[in-house]
Protein backbone atom coordinates (compact mmCIF):
# COMPACT_ATOMS: atom_id res chain seq x y z
CA UNK A 1 0.00 0.00 0.00
CA UNK A 2 1.80 3.19 -1.47
CA UNK A 3 -0.79 5.93 0.95
CA UNK A 4 -1.97 7.61 -2.20
CA UNK A 5 -5.51 6.52 -2.99
CA UNK A 6 -8.01 6.62 -5.71
CA UNK A 7 -11.37 6.47 -6.27
CA UNK A 8 -13.46 5.22 -7.76
CA UNK A 9 -11.87 2.13 -8.21
CA UNK A 10 -13.67 1.20 -11.82
CA UNK A 11 -16.09 3.54 -13.88
CA UNK A 12 -18.48 2.97 -16.46
CA UNK A 13 -19.91 5.40 -18.66
CA UNK A 14 -21.14 6.48 -22.48
CA UNK A 15 -19.40 8.33 -24.96
CA UNK A 16 -19.95 12.18 -24.67
CA UNK A 17 -20.36 11.95 -20.86
CA UNK A 18 -18.23 13.94 -17.78
CA UNK A 19 -16.44 11.77 -15.07
CA UNK A 20 -14.41 13.03 -11.96
CA UNK A 21 -11.66 11.07 -10.48
CA UNK A 22 -10.50 11.95 -7.45
CA UNK A 23 -6.82 11.27 -5.29
CA UNK A 24 -5.42 11.91 -2.46
CA UNK A 25 -2.09 12.08 -1.89
CA UNK A 26 0.39 10.33 1.08
CA UNK A 27 0.75 12.11 4.12
CA UNK A 28 3.03 15.01 4.06
CA UNK A 29 3.28 14.79 -0.09
CA UNK A 30 2.43 18.00 -1.51
CA UNK A 31 2.82 16.95 -5.07
CA UNK A 32 0.23 15.50 -7.27
CA UNK A 33 0.68 14.20 -10.57
CA UNK A 34 -2.12 12.20 -12.83
CA UNK A 35 -1.22 9.61 -15.65
CA UNK A 36 -3.15 7.67 -18.26
CA UNK A 37 -2.48 4.11 -19.58
CA UNK A 38 -3.75 2.68 -22.28
CA UNK A 39 -4.38 -0.94 -22.90
CA UNK A 40 -1.43 -2.70 -22.96
CA UNK A 41 0.73 0.88 -23.33
CA UNK A 42 2.77 2.55 -21.38
CA UNK A 43 2.01 5.68 -18.93
CA UNK A 44 1.39 9.07 -20.99
CA UNK A 45 1.87 11.86 -18.32
CA UNK A 46 -1.08 14.41 -17.86
CA UNK A 47 -0.31 16.92 -15.06
CA UNK A 48 1.19 17.49 -12.06
CA UNK A 49 0.10 20.03 -9.63
CA UNK A 50 2.11 21.24 -6.26
CA UNK A 51 0.76 22.55 -3.33
CA UNK A 52 -2.34 23.90 -5.39
CA UNK A 53 -0.64 25.06 -8.04
CA UNK A 54 0.10 23.82 -11.65
CA UNK A 55 3.70 22.66 -11.87
CA UNK A 56 3.93 20.68 -15.49
CA UNK A 57 1.57 20.00 -17.99
CA UNK A 58 2.32 16.75 -20.09
CA UNK A 59 0.10 15.35 -22.47
CA UNK A 60 -3.50 16.43 -21.32
CA UNK A 61 -6.55 16.83 -23.73
CA UNK A 62 -8.16 20.17 -24.06
CA UNK A 63 -11.01 17.74 -22.71
CA UNK A 64 -9.50 16.50 -19.63
CA UNK A 65 -8.21 19.31 -17.09
CA UNK A 66 -7.35 19.15 -12.95
CA UNK A 67 -6.99 20.70 -9.94
CA UNK A 68 -5.63 20.32 -6.33
CA UNK A 69 -7.49 21.61 -3.38
CA UNK A 70 -6.28 23.46 -0.40
CA UNK A 71 -6.20 19.96 1.48
CA UNK A 72 -3.97 18.67 -1.33
CA UNK A 73 -6.44 16.39 -2.71
CA UNK A 74 -6.63 16.35 -6.28
CA UNK A 75 -9.50 15.99 -9.14
CA UNK A 76 -8.89 14.96 -12.70
CA UNK A 77 -12.12 15.73 -14.71
CA UNK A 78 -12.62 14.17 -18.02
CA UNK A 79 -15.37 15.63 -20.44
CA UNK A 80 -17.11 14.75 -23.41
CA UNK A 81 -15.80 11.09 -22.99
CA UNK A 82 -14.65 9.41 -26.34
CA UNK A 83 -14.02 5.50 -26.64
CA UNK A 84 -10.36 5.92 -27.23
CA UNK A 85 -10.50 7.91 -23.56
CA UNK A 86 -11.00 3.95 -21.87
CA UNK A 87 -7.57 3.59 -20.03
CA UNK A 88 -6.11 2.77 -16.28
CA UNK A 89 -5.72 6.43 -14.88
CA UNK A 90 -3.25 6.87 -11.97
CA UNK A 91 -2.41 9.44 -9.61
CA UNK A 92 0.87 9.49 -8.05
CA UNK A 93 2.35 11.68 -4.87
CA UNK A 94 5.89 13.05 -3.80
CA UNK A 95 7.26 15.08 -0.86
CA UNK A 96 8.07 18.54 -2.93
CA UNK A 97 7.75 17.39 -6.26
CA UNK A 98 10.76 17.30 -7.82
CA UNK A 99 12.70 15.53 -10.29
CA UNK A 100 14.53 13.09 -7.73
CA UNK A 101 12.04 12.37 -5.77
CA UNK A 102 10.34 9.07 -6.24
CA UNK A 103 6.56 8.63 -6.89
CA UNK A 104 4.31 7.18 -5.12
CA UNK A 105 1.38 5.19 -7.36
CA UNK A 106 -2.38 4.80 -6.27
CA UNK A 107 -3.94 1.81 -7.36
CA UNK A 108 -5.31 3.29 -10.02
CA UNK A 109 -8.75 4.26 -11.72
CA UNK A 110 -10.27 1.74 -14.49
CA UNK A 111 -12.36 4.01 -17.01
CA UNK A 112 -14.03 2.25 -19.79
CA UNK A 113 -16.09 4.08 -22.12
CA UNK A 114 -19.20 2.38 -23.96
CA UNK B 1 10.17 15.49 -28.14
CA UNK B 2 12.18 13.34 -25.91
CA UNK B 3 11.68 9.66 -26.39
CA UNK B 4 12.02 6.21 -24.33
CA UNK B 5 12.27 3.00 -26.32
CA UNK B 6 12.32 -0.37 -24.77
CA UNK B 7 12.96 -2.95 -28.04
CA UNK B 8 12.21 -5.97 -26.01
CA UNK B 9 8.18 -6.15 -25.79
CA UNK B 10 8.70 -9.45 -24.18
CA UNK B 11 11.64 -11.24 -21.83
CA UNK B 12 11.50 -14.84 -20.34
CA UNK B 13 14.29 -15.81 -17.30
CA UNK B 14 14.64 -19.17 -15.68
CA UNK B 15 14.38 -18.66 -11.75
CA UNK B 16 17.77 -17.31 -9.99
CA UNK B 17 19.22 -16.67 -13.76
CA UNK B 18 19.82 -13.06 -14.78
CA UNK B 19 18.27 -10.66 -17.42
CA UNK B 20 18.71 -7.43 -19.01
CA UNK B 21 16.08 -5.32 -19.80
CA UNK B 22 17.15 -3.25 -22.20
CA UNK B 23 15.96 0.71 -22.57
CA UNK B 24 17.25 3.92 -25.32
CA UNK B 25 16.27 7.70 -24.52
CA UNK B 26 16.19 11.00 -26.86
CA UNK B 27 17.12 14.38 -25.21
CA UNK B 28 19.18 16.77 -25.72
CA UNK B 29 19.53 17.80 -22.20
CA UNK B 30 22.65 16.92 -20.12
CA UNK B 31 21.05 17.14 -16.71
CA UNK B 32 18.00 14.43 -16.62
CA UNK B 33 17.03 11.44 -14.46
CA UNK B 34 15.95 7.80 -15.62
CA UNK B 35 13.87 5.57 -13.60
CA UNK B 36 12.77 1.59 -13.85
CA UNK B 37 9.19 1.28 -12.87
CA UNK B 38 7.66 -2.72 -12.14
CA UNK B 39 4.02 -3.33 -12.56
CA UNK B 40 3.29 -6.97 -11.37
CA UNK B 41 -0.27 -8.01 -12.79
CA UNK B 42 -2.23 -5.93 -9.61
CA UNK B 43 -1.66 -3.08 -12.06
CA UNK B 44 0.50 -1.08 -8.94
CA UNK B 45 3.40 1.23 -10.25
CA UNK B 46 6.50 0.78 -7.92
CA UNK B 47 9.21 2.54 -8.01
CA UNK B 48 12.65 -0.06 -8.60
CA UNK B 49 15.58 1.73 -9.16
CA UNK B 50 16.77 5.80 -10.27
CA UNK B 51 19.76 7.19 -11.67
CA UNK B 52 21.19 10.62 -11.47
CA UNK B 53 22.57 11.65 -15.33
CA UNK B 54 25.65 13.34 -13.42
CA UNK B 55 26.54 10.42 -11.56
CA UNK B 56 28.89 8.05 -13.17
CA UNK B 57 28.28 4.80 -11.00
CA UNK B 58 25.63 3.07 -12.09
CA UNK B 59 22.83 2.65 -9.19
CA UNK B 60 22.29 -0.99 -7.65
CA UNK B 61 19.14 -1.72 -5.36
CA UNK B 62 20.01 -5.49 -3.93
CA UNK B 63 19.65 -7.60 -6.79
CA UNK B 64 19.01 -4.98 -9.29
CA UNK B 65 21.37 -3.02 -11.13
CA UNK B 66 21.29 -0.54 -14.28
CA UNK B 67 24.01 0.06 -16.96
CA UNK B 68 23.81 3.98 -17.60
CA UNK B 69 25.78 4.48 -20.81
CA UNK B 70 25.24 8.64 -21.07
CA UNK B 71 26.88 8.95 -24.35
CA UNK B 72 25.14 5.94 -25.85
CA UNK B 73 22.18 7.06 -24.07
CA UNK B 74 21.38 3.84 -22.66
CA UNK B 75 19.79 2.59 -19.42
CA UNK B 76 19.47 -1.18 -19.38
CA UNK B 77 18.19 -2.86 -16.34
CA UNK B 78 20.13 -5.80 -14.72
CA UNK B 79 18.08 -8.66 -12.47
CA UNK B 80 20.04 -11.04 -11.02
CA UNK B 81 18.98 -14.39 -9.11
CA UNK B 82 15.43 -13.70 -10.39
CA UNK B 83 12.76 -14.62 -8.25
CA UNK B 84 9.09 -15.72 -9.55
CA UNK B 85 7.71 -12.23 -7.96
CA UNK B 86 10.16 -10.46 -10.48
CA UNK B 87 7.69 -11.47 -13.05
CA UNK B 88 5.86 -8.27 -14.31
CA UNK B 89 5.68 -5.50 -17.18
CA UNK B 90 8.65 -3.06 -16.34
CA UNK B 91 8.74 0.20 -17.85
CA UNK B 92 11.88 2.68 -18.25
CA UNK B 93 11.73 6.13 -17.69
CA UNK B 94 12.87 9.38 -17.99
CA UNK B 95 12.27 12.83 -16.77
CA UNK B 96 13.79 15.76 -17.48
CA UNK B 97 15.81 18.16 -14.53
CA UNK B 98 13.26 21.06 -13.88
CA UNK B 99 9.76 18.24 -14.23
CA UNK B 100 8.25 19.61 -17.57
CA UNK B 101 9.01 16.55 -19.52
CA UNK B 102 8.48 12.55 -18.61
CA UNK B 103 8.33 9.63 -20.53
CA UNK B 104 7.47 6.12 -20.13
CA UNK B 105 8.54 3.23 -22.20
CA UNK B 106 6.16 0.94 -24.38
CA UNK B 107 7.27 -1.49 -21.51
CA UNK B 108 9.07 -5.39 -21.31
CA UNK B 109 6.70 -8.10 -19.96
CA UNK B 110 9.00 -10.13 -17.82
CA UNK B 111 7.99 -13.94 -17.52
CA UNK B 112 9.97 -16.00 -14.32
CA UNK B 113 10.16 -19.41 -15.39
CA UNK B 114 10.30 -21.93 -12.27
Known amino acids: DSGVTQTPKHLITATGQRVTLRCSPR?????VYWYQQSLDQGLQFLIQ???????AKGNILERFSAQQFPDLHSELNLSSLELGDSALYFC?????????????FGPGTRLLVL | AQTVTQSQPEMSVQEAETVTLSCTYD???????LFWYKQPPSRQMILVIR??????QNATENRFSVNFQKAAKSFSLKISDSQLGDAAMYFC???????????FGAGTRLTVKP
Open chain 1, 92 to 104: ASSPRGVSIETQY
Open chain 1, 27 to 31: SGDLS
Open chain 1, 49 to 55: YYNGEER
Open chain 2, 27 to 33: TSESDYY
Open chain 2, 51 to 56: QEAYKQ
Open chain 2, 93 to 103: AYRSADGNDMR
